[in-house]
């Protein structure tokens, strides 16, 4: 437990000793402020059609910089320790693979949630300074940020898994954006196919919907169990990908 | 210290590590010498616990390192080849980190991480970046961080690769003055490291330990047949006759084309054949301006073991 918390706090450190997590963080939060802007803009016009949360998660420019944003955040996890060969110290510490590589995952995480704490922010404004209309529901609010925990640990392991691959940061970054997409237009499926297993499929897998429904603050156990099992086969395929380190 | 039964590391289409076996006592400094690829790193890696076998067994002070692998890591101080660190961060954060990975309880961690700084001379660069350090610091810092569990056994992949002579020497006093407390196995292709620093060498070619014991007696066993050099004035084909008739002398080379011949002779070490030679030449009124006899190198017998075919010198 020790060596997982010592490896979990290094990890995070290892963020904030690189560039590319402030820019990261800080693209981040620009497209968010944009967002965010544009959703004030929406309200100023009268009461919306639209769920405020909605606006704000289930946003195209939200998921483009998602999809952009994962792989750089988990690009550099294994690869840059096969690169450097400190993966043979990393790995000859006397810690399991399964502490190394959770507590990669549980680095990044915290690094993507700390990423999002400022977007409280937002909350904050909308309560306190629209003064002539009804603040919004918490149930959305919790279930927006809920679906954007959940949905992004998902992708993290991903990448995560992705990193486990290769030595190249860049290749790392590649096969992950590029598993994202897959995923994310196997679940727009629908707009395109009219077939019922594309209907069955995309509402499986659509993050965006999922998203959309938990912004709306609907919790259904599905996609809760489809992200979270997700989650736990990606970093148990990581762990099996360490495991047969017959690489030179 | 270490027990290795019958190891074998296969690759696909290649054999890296051939059905070694060797032991390692306590307290000893051995030496992993051979040529590039000859299995040095797979070996080490696999009694690091970083690689699995495919066969064979290896014990880290009792422990297996395929089953109890965590037992025997936390013996094992491994630095591997080209010393990674981690170049982001500073030496002290580093060594704290890797200090508490190890399981180096929190109250010791300070005591720990001062004494092998002192003891590797890192103390002045602690608040450096790594990145920023020059090889011969990077160097020392691996070794500190290998040192800072306490571990019994150390494990030095090529420690000092790429160094400059003055580096070099420094990392290599700091190993044998590591030997007090530790039992030491180092690797490399640089002999003269292993004559100065182990106290026993393993020679290892194609996966294959192929001589082991103390560098004096490697030399001694080489040293059937002494290499002679004379150089002596006189008409060459007369002192060449003379030199071959000499009891014990099996082949003589001349090269040479002005007054001055220079012989090279190989002789039996056991009969020496040095006061015959200059007594024949001094008789038959030649001139001797140098007459040496070479002791085998660790090098002669290097070469002599992974080149030719020949069975080499088995223990």
């Not at chain 1, 915290?110 to 002539?132: G, K, Q, R, V």
């Not at chain 1, 009804?134 to 992705?162: E, N, Q, R, T, V």
């Given at each position: 437990?020790?060596?997982?918390?010592?490896?979990?706090r290094?990890?995070?450190?290892?963020?904030?000793?690189?560039?590319?997590?402030?820019?990261?963080?800080?693209?981040?939060?620009?497209?968010?402020?944009?967002?965010?802007?544009?959703?004030?803009?929406?309200?100023?016009?009268?009461?919306?059609?639209v769920?405020?949360m909605?606006?704000?998660?289930?946003?195209?420019?939200?998921?483009?910089?998602?999809?952009?944003?994962?792989?750089?955040?988990?690009?550099?996890?294994?690869?840059?320790?096969?690169?450097?060969?400190?993966i043979?110290?990393?790995?000859?510490?006397?810690?399991?693979?399964?502490?190394?590589?959770?507590?990669?995952f549980?680095?990044?995480?915290?690094?993507y949630i700390?990423?999002?704490?400022?977007?409280?922010?937002?909350?904050?404004?909308?309560?306190y300074?629209?003064?002539?209309?009804?603040?919004?529901?918490?149930?959305?609010?919790a279930?927006?940020y809920?679906?954007?925990?959940?949905?992004?640990?998902?992708?993290?392991?991903?990448?995560?898994?992705?990193s486990?691959?290769?030595?190249?940061?860049?290749?790392?970054?590649?096969i992950?954006?590029?598993?994202?997409i897959?995923l994310?237009?196997?679940?727009l499926?629908?707009?395109?196919?009219?077939a019922?297993?594309?209907?069955?499929?995309?509402?499986h897998l659509?993050?965006?919907s999922?998203?959309?429904?938990?912004?709306?603050?609907?919790l259904?156990?599905?996609?809760?169990?489809?992200y979270?099992?997700?989650?736990?086969?990606?970093?148990?395929?990581?762990?099996?990908?360490?495991?047969?380190?017959?690489w030179? | 210290?270490?027990?290795?039964?019958?190891?074998?590391?296969?690759?696909?289409?290649?054999?890296?590590?051939?059905?070694?076996?060797?032991?390692?006592?306590?307290?000893?400094?051995v030496?992993?010498?051979?040529?590039?690829g000859?299995?040095?790193?797979?070996?080490?890696?696999?009694?690091?616990?970083y690689?699995?076998?495919?066969?064979?067994?290896a014990?880290i002070?009792g422990?297996?390192?395929a089953?109890?692998?965590?037992?025997a890591?936390r013996?094992?101080?491994?630095?591997?080849?080209?010393?990674?660190?981690?170049?982001?961060?500073?030496?002290?954060?580093y060594?704290?980190?890797r200090?508490?990975?190890?399981g180096?309880?929190h109250?010791?961690?300070?005591a720990?991480?001062?004494?092998?700084?002192?003891r590797?001379?890192?103390?002045?660069?602690?608040?450096?970046?790594?990145?920023?350090?020059?090889?011969?610091?990077?160097?020392?810092?691996?070794?500190?961080?290998?040192?800072v569990?306490?571990?019994?056994?150390?494990?030095l992949?090529?420690?000092?690769?790429?160094?400059?002579?003055?580096q070099?020497?420094?990392?290599?006093?700091?190993?044998?003055?590591?030997?007090?407390?530790h039992?030491?196995?180092?690797?490399?292709?640089?002999?003269?490291e292993?004559?100065?620093?182990?106290?026993?060498?393993?020679?290892?070619?194609k996966?294959?330990?192929?001589?082991?014991?103390?560098?004096?007696?490697?030399?001694?066993?080489?040293?059937?047949?002494?290499t002679?050099?004379?150089e002596?004035?006189?008409?060459?084909?007369d002192v060449?006759?003379?030199?071959?008739?000499?009891?014990?002398?099996s082949?003589?080379?001349?090269?040479?084309?002005?007054?001055?011949?220079?012989?090279t002779?190989r002789?039996?070490?056991?009969?020496?054949?040095?006061?015959?030679l200059?007594?024949?030449?001094?008789?038959?009124?030649?001139?001797?301006?140098?007459?040496?006899?070479?002791?085998?190198?660790?090098?002669?017998?290097?070469?002599?073991?992974?080149?030719?075919?020949?069975?080499?010198?088995?223990s």
């Amino acid at each position: 437990m020790s060596a997982f918390l010592t490896l979990w706090r290094k990890e995070l450190t290892t963020y904030f000793l690189s560039p590319i997590a402030y820019i990261v963080m800080i693209f981040f939060l620009v497209v968010m402020g944009a967002i965010f802007s544009l959703l004030v803009s929406v309200l100023a016009e009268g009461p919306a059609g639209v769920t405020v949360m909605n606006l704000l998660f289930g946003s195209p420019f939200f998921w483009m910089t998602m999809l952009v944003l994962i792989p750089l955040l988990t690009m550099r996890l294994f690869s840059e320790e096969k690169r450097s060969g400190t993966i043979e110290t990393l790995m000859t510490a006397p810690v399991s693979d399964a502490a190394v590589v959770l507590a990669k995952f549980a680095g990044a995480l915290s690094f993507y949630i700390f990423m999002w704490a400022p977007t409280a922010l937002y909350i904050f404004i909308l309560y306190y300074f629209s003064a002539d209309m009804a603040p919004p529901d918490p149930g959305p609010m919790a279930g927006g940020y809920l679906g954007a925990i959940l949905i992004g640990m998902f992708y993290l392991s991903i990448g995560l898994f992705c990193s486990a691959l290769t030595s190249n940061q860049i290749i790392s970054a590649i096969i992950t954006f590029a598993v994202m997409i897959v995923l994310f237009l196997t679940g727009l499926l629908d707009y395109v196919a009219n077939a019922e297993w594309a209907q069955t499929l995309s509402a499986h897998l659509s993050s965006y919907s999922h998203m959309l429904e938990f912004s709306r603050g609907t919790l259904d156990s599905r996609p809760i169990l489809y992200y979270l099992s997700g989650t736990a086969a990606m970093l148990f395929a990581t762990v099996k990908m360490l495991e047969a380190r017959n690489w030179k | 210290m270490i027990e290795v039964a019958h190891l074998t590391k296969r690759y696909p289409g290649r054999v890296a590590v051939d059905d070694i076996s060797f032991r390692v006592n306590a307290g000893e400094i051995v030496g992993f010498l051979g040529p590039n690829g000859a299995g040095k790193s797979t070996t080490m890696r696999i009694l690091a616990g970083y690689l699995p076998a495919t066969g064979g067994i290896a014990r880290i002070a009792g422990f297996d390192v395929a089953t109890e692998s965590n037992e025997a890591r936390r013996r094992i101080g491994y630095l591997p080849e080209n010393c990674p660190l981690y170049g982001e961060m500073r030496v002290d954060e580093y060594l704290r980190f890797r200090a508490r990975l190890k399981g180096v309880p929190h109250s010791k961690l300070k005591a720990r991480i001062g004494e092998v700084k002192e003891r590797c001379g890192i103390n002045d660069v602690g608040n450096r970046i790594i990145a920023h350090l020059s090889k011969g610091y990077r160097q020392r810092v691996g070794l500190a961080e290998s040192l800072v569990h306490e571990p019994e056994l150390l494990i030095l992949d090529e420690p000092t690769i790429g160094l400059d002579p003055n580096q070099i020497r420094l990392v290599r006093s700091l190993i044998t003055s590591l030997a007090d407390k530790h039992t030491i196995l180092l690797s490399t292709h640089i002999l003269s490291e292993v004559e100065m620093t182990c106290r026993r060498v393993l020679i290892i070619d194609k996966g294959r330990i192929i001589a082991s014991d103390t560098p004096d007696r490697l030399r001694r066993r080489m040293e059937g047949e002494a290499t002679i050099t004379a150089e002596v004035r006189g008409p060459q084909a007369d002192v060449l006759n003379a030199l071959r008739a000499l009891p014990g002398v099996s082949e003589v080379l001349a090269e040479g084309a002005d007054a001055w011949t220079r012989f090279t002779l190989r002789a039996n070490r056991e009969q020496d054949v040095r006061a015959a030679l200059f007594e024949t030449i001094a008789t038959n009124g030649w001139v001797l301006r140098e007459l040496h006899q070479e002791a085998a190198t660790l090098e002669d017998i290097f070469v002599s073991l992974t080149q030719a075919d020949k069975p080499g010198v088995r223990s």
